[in-house]
């Protein structure tokens, strides 16, 4: 069997690995000309996120994620209203990429191929790429993430829905924070809760994937709310005037707004989340938005990851997902040595896990940002893929 997997991110390669464990025949194709490279985006680390570097690499979870042991809640004169012990990991999205990446081998990892199309008939199925290249399979997994090729394709109807808010994201080095600053984010996720808006805080490993106390960041993310229209578009658009549509990376995001979110940093938030937020040298944003597909499959093709379900962050499960629908996947062609049956056989359980998770992120998200009732230490608001903490 001969499997194209197009998107070289964390769920493609996920599957990508765990189909070449199967002895199948597994290419990946990304899109990008480099190996890929998300500055300073850390991620809560859940264990279908883990699990293959754990499980199948044999890497130990505490050299490549950090610990935390306790959620606590700040309010705005900085004093401590919530505490509970609750371990999670926290890690960054580009050591768990570069740990992935490094298990496959280089030759089945396609730079600069960008899927535009597929064609199928009684001879088979062959995709189709920028540059005019083309490769025969028996199975194509699109794990293109948010702005999905093969969804806009597959399923033109379905459209990316704006939350109504974005994630500010920034990190600053454990070692740059005041004393007492360190102490309160060095063991814990800490949120602070305003009205129409809430940021944590956590700690992730250093930019060479260090998690030694010190060498380690902290990374912040801060949800806004920003009306869509022209409130949205004067934010996203760049220092060179150009309008993004999901992100704008480190470094593109004006000076007028970085003014703005620090200044409101300062005023709105408790100090040590002041601090960390203006200490931030580049900070970045996402737009958050939900992505709802009814099918995952098409004959021999499937969507994987954020091709197909689009979550909002609040569960740290994105990844995670992911995972779990690649994991899923190489269960389904186990058992099944035939494609269509096994495809068949995977898609519901996927489509269900996709749908819980965009209605608990989706109802956390409207808690957060437009009715304000969040209560500190709510159980609802632990993280976690198949249920809070779970
Ligand atoms: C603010 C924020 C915070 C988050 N926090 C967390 C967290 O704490 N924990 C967590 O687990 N998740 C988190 N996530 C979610 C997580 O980042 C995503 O769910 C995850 O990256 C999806 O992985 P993926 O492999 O499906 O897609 P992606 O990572 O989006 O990868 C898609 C890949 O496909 C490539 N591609 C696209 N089109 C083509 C094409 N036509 N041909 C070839 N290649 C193509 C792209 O270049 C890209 O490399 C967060 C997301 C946001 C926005």
Not at 116 to 140: K, N, P, R, Y
Not at 223 to 237: A, H, I, P, Q, V
Not at 305 to 321: E, I, L, Q, S
Not at 374 to 386: K, Q, V
Request: glycine residues 10%; charged residues 20%.
């Amino acid at each position: 069997m001969r499997a194209a997997i197009v998107g070289g991110s964390l769920g493609g390669l996920t599957a990508a690995l765990l189909l070449r464990d199967l002895d199948i025949q597994v290419d990946v194709y990304e899109r990008s000309p480099a190996e890929l490279v998300q500055r300073g985006a850390g991620i809560g680390f859940l264990p279908d996120a883990a699990r293959y570097l754990v499980q199948n690499a044999g890497l130990a979870l505490d050299d490549i994620s950090i610990a935390t042991s306790c959620i606590r809640y700040l309010d705005r004169r900085g004093e401590r209203i919530y505490e509970a012990a609750h371990g999670y990991r926290f890690s960054s999205w580009n050591t768990v990429y570069r740990h992935l990446l490094a298990l496959i081998d280089p030759k089945y990892y396609h730079l600069g191929h960008e899927m535009t199309g597929w064609s199928e008939g009684d001879w088979g199925m062959a995709v189709q790429f920028a540059d005019q290249s083309s490769t025969a399979v028996d199975l194509l997994i699109c794990a293109d993430g948010v702005g999905s090729t093969a969804r806009s394709r597959l399923l033109p109807q379905v459209r990316r829905s704006y939350s109504g808010y974005v994630a500010w994201r920034g990190k600053v080095s454990e070692s740059s924070l005041d004393p007492a600053t360190r102490v309160v984010f060095h063991d814990a996720i800490t949120y602070y809760v305003l009205a129409n808006s809430h940021i944590l805080v956590y700690p992730i490993p250093g930019a060479d994937g260090s998690i030694a106390p010190g060498e380690r960041l902290i990374n912040f993310v801060w949800y806004r709310n920003y009306l869509e229209g022209s409130d949205l578009d004067e934010l996203l658009t760049d220092t060179a005037g150009q309008r993004h549509d999901l992100s704008l990376p480190p470094g593109s995001v004006r000076d007028a707004h970085l003014a703005e979110l620090r200044a409101m940093a300062a005023s709105r938030l408790p100090a040590p989340f002041a601090q960390v937020v203006c200490g931030a040298a580049q900070p970045f944003l996402q737009v958050i938005c939900d992505v709802e597909v009814p099918r995952m499959v098409f004959g021999r093709v499937c969507l994987i990851g954020d091709a197909a379900f689009v979550v909002r962050p609040h569960a740290a499960a994105g990844t995670a997902k992911a995972a779990a629908d690649a994991w899923s996947l190489a269960g389904a062609l186990k058992r099944h040595g035939d494609v269509v049956a096994a495809l068949a056989d995977w898609e519901p359980r996927q489509l269900a896990l996709g749908k819980q998770l965009l209605e608990r992120t989706r109802r956390i998200g409207r808690r957060s940002q437009v009715d304000c009732n969040w209560i500190a230490g709510d159980p609802e608001l632990i993280f976690g893929l198949h249920g809070p903490g779970a």
